[in-house]
């Protein structure tokens, strides 16, 4: 599984360089404001970040008896792919924070979360999050579903 982890690792930070290329032609702020370039320039930098600590803990990690995930394993991501697709049809029905709400809920039981009281904090507390990042700071308006958010 390390060679798997360092294959999936590199190719993240490739992908991560190339989204940061393609955020350093777009304006970085405009006027004072976050511009088009600055979320991702950002996400970019994180998910380098993030891949550049990965490889790191692969180097110190024991090797795998098989390259290949067990049953369980192949369960779990599955239904997180089956989640993403359910999610993306959902939010033009149910509006983005509802959606993200029923998208955390299912991926965080599936994932293997710890008790009902901090999967539903979470599930109601990253969507509202994010509703005011975008929406409030960022004034990106969110689909909106029947429910008004």
């Given at each position: 599984?390390?060679?798997?982890?360092?294959?999936a690792t590199?190719a993240?930070?490739?992908?991560?360089?190339?989204?940061?290329a393609g955020?350093?032609?777009?304006?970085?702020?405009?006027?004072?404001?976050p511009?088009p370039?600055?979320a991702?320039?950002?996400?970019?930098v994180?998910?380098?970040a993030?891949?550049l600590?990965?490889?790191?803990?692969?180097?110190?990690?024991a090797?795998a008896?098989?390259?290949?995930?067990?049953?369980?394993?192949?369960?779990?991501?599955?239904?997180?792919?089956a989640?993403?697709?359910?999610?993306?049809l959902?939010i033009?029905?149910?509006g983005?924070v509802t959606?993200?709400?029923?998208?955390?809920?299912?991926t965080?039981t599936?994932?293997?979360?710890?008790?009902?009281?901090?999967?539903?904090?979470?599930?109601?507390?990253?969507?509202?999050?994010?509703?005011?990042?975008?929406?409030?700071?960022l004034?990106?308006?969110?689909?909106?579903?029947p429910?008004?958010?």
């Amino acid at each position: 599984m390390r060679t798997a982890d360092r294959l999936a690792t590199l190719a993240l930070l490739a992908f991560a360089a190339y989204v940061y290329a393609g955020a350093r032609r777009m304006p970085y702020a405009e006027g004072g404001i976050p511009g088009p370039g600055f979320a991702p320039t950002w996400i970019s930098v994180l998910m380098a970040a993030g891949a550049l600590l990965t490889l790191m803990a692969t180097r110190t990690s024991a090797p795998a008896d098989c390259f290949l995930a067990g049953r369980a394993a192949a369960v779990r991501i599955l239904s997180l792919g089956a989640a993403m697709v359910a999610a993306a049809l959902l939010i033009p029905l149910l509006g983005m924070v509802t959606t993200l709400v029923l998208f955390i809920l299912a991926t965080v039981t599936v994932l293997g979360g710890r008790g009902w009281a901090r999967i539903t904090a979470a599930a109601v507390l990253v969507p509202l999050a994010l509703l005011a990042v975008f929406q409030v700071w960022l004034k990106v308006p969110f689909p909106k579903g029947p429910l008004g958010f």
